[in-house]
């Protein structure tokens, strides 16, 4: 497997993503129902940061279609876990 490519690595961390949350700073120090609620809140928040992410989404999702279209095929490196670069590839 080759190297993860640093400059990804480097835009990905400093995404609010990626940063800790002061609302949820103290989780292992609240009872139970008040973890679950502010799980619950946290998540209730994706949608509406989902809707203005909308057209940077239609973007990449266009261009995909347009590469695998052209005959190119998806590929994904994982890094502990998740998705850390993406990128098209001429079909073997």
Same mark, same amino acid.
């Given at each position: ?11 990905v961390?400093?995404?609010?993503? %990626? ?13 139970t ?28 999702? %266009? ?30």
């Amino acid at each position: 497997m080759s190297a993860p490519n640093r400059k990804v690595f480097d835009e990905v961390k400093g995404l609010a993503t %990626e940063q800790r949350n002061p609302r949820t700073m103290e989780l292992d120090r609240l009872p139970t129902r008040a973890v679950l609620e502010r799980i619950n809140d946290e998540d209730r928040t994706v949608a509406d940061v989902v809707r203005g992410e909308i057209p940077h989404i239609e973007q990449a999702v %266009e261009l995909a279609y347009a590469a695998i279209s052209a005959g190119g095929r998806k590929t994904s490196r994982w890094v502990t876990g998740e998705c850390f670069s993406s990128e098209t590839q001429p079909a073997e």
